[in-house]
DNA sequence: TCCTATGTTGTATG
DNA sequence: ACATACAACATAGG
């Protein structure tokens, strides 16, 4: 489910719960989650302490924490963060609970893609410090867009925009919807755009992750009808721009739907 | 039973 | 070394 602003959505679920003492912290140990983390250090580090801040950068967030360390939750595709009542039992997926007294900060995660990270320090750890400017920075800019493509020319421009070393936080309808607002066809190589599609899709880039971190990085409420995304998995779903029928095909391994009305192959990859 | 799923990574190949 | 493509990870739901 998580791209950039569902992530940063569930981020501030947990923030009810910042600066309140973790009395008790409950781990699956055995969960594919804790892969990279050191589980043991972990729950020693946060019993008596509590998380101060919370933040988000791509699909990564991270929370810091009285003593000096960063706690990183990555939701992979069907992670989720939520707060419970200290009421509720525990679900199958519930991987990572602390407890605050009346309330539960919960994260779970049923297919286990998603990850938790631990470190301790002033200094932030490379998974944090490594993520590229955001797309709504005046960092991320037209120019590194281009340098990006050409180094990639021969990858059609939708596998190119999930690469999270260049467009922190797209995903696959973030993708498609960016591609169908700059009018550009998901196979079309990356290398073989012109200068001014390359101008639009940076400036795409920005509108739709300024856009859904405005309505569902705050609402969780599907973005309009004027958008591709309730149009999408719609099966007879049809392009709210140009009124014709919606495709879907996979291209780089995901489902990607485009509308043939707008969205011209000038260069074919098969 | 078979197919799908808003993600990332390791590995094989060119 | 670099770029590219895809299987694998693990589970639930239609």
Redesign the pocket.
């Known amino acids: 489910?998580?791209?950039l602003a569902?992530v940063d959505y569930f981020r501030k679920r947990w923030d009810v719960g910042l600066n309140h003492d973790i009395q008790s912290v409950q781990i699956h140990e055995r969960a594919?989650v804790f892969r990279d983390c050191d589980t043991e250090a972990l729950k020693a580090h946060l019993i008596g302490s509590s998380l101060q801040s919370s933040m988000s950068a791509g699909?990564q967030m991270v929370f810091r924490t009285s003593k000096q360390a960063w706690l990183g939750v990555?939701l992979?595709?069907t992670g989720e963060l939520c707060v419970q009542s200290s009421e509720q039992a525990p679900r199958?997926?519930d991987h990572l609970v602390l407890s605050l007294g009346s309330l539960m900060l919960v994260f779970s995660d049923?297919?286990?893609?998603g990850k938790i990270d631990f470190h301790q320090g002033a200094q932030a750890p490379e998974w944090w410090s490594r993520i590229p400017p955001a797309l709504i920075s005046s960092a991320f800019t037209v120019e590194a867009v281009a340098a990006f493509l050409n180094?990639?020319?021969?990858?059609?421009i939708k596998?190119v925009l999930?690469m999270?070393d260049r467009f922190p936080g797209i995903?696959?309808?973030m993708a498609d919807e960016i591609l169908w607002r700059a009018a550009i066809h998901p196979r079309s190589l990356a290398g073989q755009l012109t200068a001014a599609q390359v101008r639009c899709l940076h400036r795409e880039c920005r509108w739709v992750a300024r856009r859904a971190l405005e309505t569902i990085g705050t609402t969780m409420e599907d973005p309009p009808a004027t958008w591709l995304f309730p149009h999408r998995w719609r099966e007879g779903g049809v392009c709210p721009r140009s009124r014709t029928a919606l495709v879907r095909e996979t291209i780089g391994?995901?489902?990607s739907c485009w509308s043939p009305g707008r969205q011209r192959l000038s260069v074919a990859?098969r």
């Not at 049923?110 to 893609?113: A, D, E, I, L, V």
């Not at 180094?151 to 059609?156: K, L």
């Open positions: 489910m998580p791209e569902e594919r699909k990555h992979g595709m199958k997926s049923p297919r286990m893609f180094r990639r020319a021969r990858s059609s596998s999930l999270q995903g696959n309808w391994g995901r489902t990859l």
